[in-house]
């Protein structure tokens, strides 16, 4: 089934996205322990829309004070000094779509996130995901992200590839507009190396399959076009 946009009408109105990804992680998770990962592997899907509350600006109110109880003399309450500065912050509690594969240990040996608004519309937001991204690999836990945000513009695989500070080849492999990467670990002659499977996404085409790495020498494949059509299938989209 082509890749559809779910990000604008008719599709955005009628089967909003929060559905759709949360119907794609899940269909995702259907694939993997029914189809492909081995015996003592289990994934499971992580879905956590983030709290859509913004500071704009900070307010002051004096206590009033009162009467203290007992011999009726009221005692001062002590006021602090209004600060020196202040400013608005975020702490970037956006939204989570993520696959978690674990082994019979419970230990997280991939993730596969799929990307949402909310990831890629600020820079605070943007910096959290490729943060979260780059600590999974530095614990060897392979990833796959896939972006497939049409009202967005910003490339968080380039997010990421700047925070690593790797070399401008590796950012280009994934800037495009939509895009799936699968990213890994690997130690090699004592010496660490990020390696890219970068596939561009296109509306109207098909999605790839990509490698999940569940191990140092061991992958499995995730086949990103049957999820994408069960999970379609399961809302009706035709």
Same mark, same amino acid.
């Given at each position: 089934?082509?890749?559809?946009?779910?990000?604008?009408?008719?599709?955005? %109105?009628?089967?909003?996205?929060?559905?759709?990804?949360?119907?794609?992680?899940?269909?995702?998770?259907?694939?993997?322990?029914?189809?492909?990962?081995?015996?003592?592997?289990?994934?499971?899907?992580?879905?956590?829309?983030?709290?859509?509350?913004?500071?704009?600006?900070?307010?002051?109110?004096?206590?009033?004070?009162?009467?203290?109880?007992?011999?009726?003399?009221?005692?001062?309450?002590?006021?602090?000094?209004?600060?020196?500065?202040?400013?608005?912050?975020?702490?970037?509690?956006?939204?989570?779509?993520?696959?978690?594969?674990? %082994?019979?240990?419970?230990?997280?040996?991939?993730?596969?996130?799929?990307?949402?608004?909310?990831?890629?519309?600020?820079?605070?937001?943007?910096?959290?995901?490729?943060?979260?991204?780059?600590?999974?690999?530095?614990?060897?836990?392979?990833?796959?992200?896939? %972006?497939?945000?049409?009202?967005?513009?910003?490339?968080?695989?380039?997010?990421?590839?700047?925070?690593?500070?790797?070399?401008?080849?590796?950012?280009?492999?994934?800037?495009?507009?939509?895009?799936?990467?699968?990213?890994?670990?690997?130690?090699?002659?004592?010496?660490?190396?990020?390696?890219?499977?970068?596939?561009?996404?296109?509306?109207?085409?098909?999605?790839?399959?990509?490698?999940?790495?569940?191990?140092?020498?061991?992958?499995?494949?995730?086949?990103?076009?049957?999820?994408?059509?069960?999970?379609?299938?399961?809302?009706?989209?035709?």
């Amino acid at each position: 089934m082509p890749l559809r946009d779910h990000f604008r009408p008719p599709l955005r %109105d009628d089967r909003p996205w929060e559905g759709f990804h949360s119907a794609w992680a899940n269909a995702i998770v259907g694939w993997l322990n029914r189809n492909v990962l081995p015996e003592h592997y289990w994934a499971i899907a992580q879905v956590h829309v983030g709290a859509r509350v913004e500071i704009d600006a900070a307010t002051f109110r004096l206590r009033e004070e009162s009467a203290a109880p007992g011999n009726g003399v009221a005692t001062a309450v002590w006021e602090p000094p209004q600060a020196k500065l202040a400013a608005a912050v975020d702490f970037g509690d956006t939204d989570t779509f993520e696959v978690q594969v674990r %082994d019979d240990t419970r230990r997280l040996v991939a993730a596969v996130e799929l990307v949402s608004p909310a990831n890629k519309d600020r820079a605070t937001h943007r910096r959290d995901f490729a943060i979260k991204c780059a600590s999974y690999l530095r614990q060897h836990i392979s990833v796959i992200v896939v %972006d497939v945000v049409t009202e967005r513009r910003d490339n968080l695989h380039g997010e990421l590839m700047q925070l690593l500070s790797l070399p401008a080849e590796m950012l280009e492999a994934g800037a495009f507009p939509l895009y799936a990467v699968a990213y890994r670990l690997k130690v090699q002659e004592e010496a660490q190396r990020l390696e890219l499977w970068p596939e561009e996404l296109r509306i109207g085409a098909m999605l790839p399959t990509l490698p999940l790495w569940i191990g140092e020498d061991e992958a499995v494949p995730l086949d990103l076009e049957a999820s994408y059509v069960a999970a379609c299938e399961l809302l009706r989209i035709r």
